[in-house]
């Protein structure tokens, strides 16, 4: 399965963007994770098929996430945003629950001060 990203860009504090990516095929998970600058890789959150999401608490709140199935496409809508959020956005997926991530190539989101 391949991942597209879109979406990313430089705003500032307080400003809202949305991120978007879309799989190739069918899945049964789909969220992000980011990587913030010197940091390892961390969970924002995930849509599951069912209709489950979970969020992380950093972002709980500000983020939401928001699923097209139809369209294998999944949205990251995220408001109030902070320095502290500016990262590599990396949208990742799964075609089973317990089977490995899929990952996209990665979007840049900045937050200046």
């Known amino acids: 399965v391949q991942l597209v990203e879109s979406g990313g860009g430089l705003v500032q504090i307080g400003d809202s963007l949305r991120l978007s990516c879309t799989a190739s095929?069918?899945?049964?998970?789909m969220g992000w994770f980011r990587q913030p600058p010197g940091k390892d890789r961390e969970f924002v959150g995930i849509?599951?098929?069912?209709?489950?999401?979970v969020l992380a608490d950093s972002v709980k709140g500000r983020f939401t996430i928001s699923r097209e199935n139809a369209k294998n496409t999944v949205h990251l809508q995220m408001n109030s945003l902070k320095v502290e959020d500016t990262a590599q956005y990396y949208c990742?997926?799964?075609?089973?629950?317990?089977?490995?991530?899929?990952w996209g190539q990665g979007t840049q989101v900045t937050v200046s001060s």
């Open positions: 849509s599951w098929t069912g209709g489950e999401i």
């Open positions: 095929g069918r899945t049964f998970g």
């Open positions: 990742a997926c799964k075609l089973e629950l317990g089977g490995e991530y899929y």
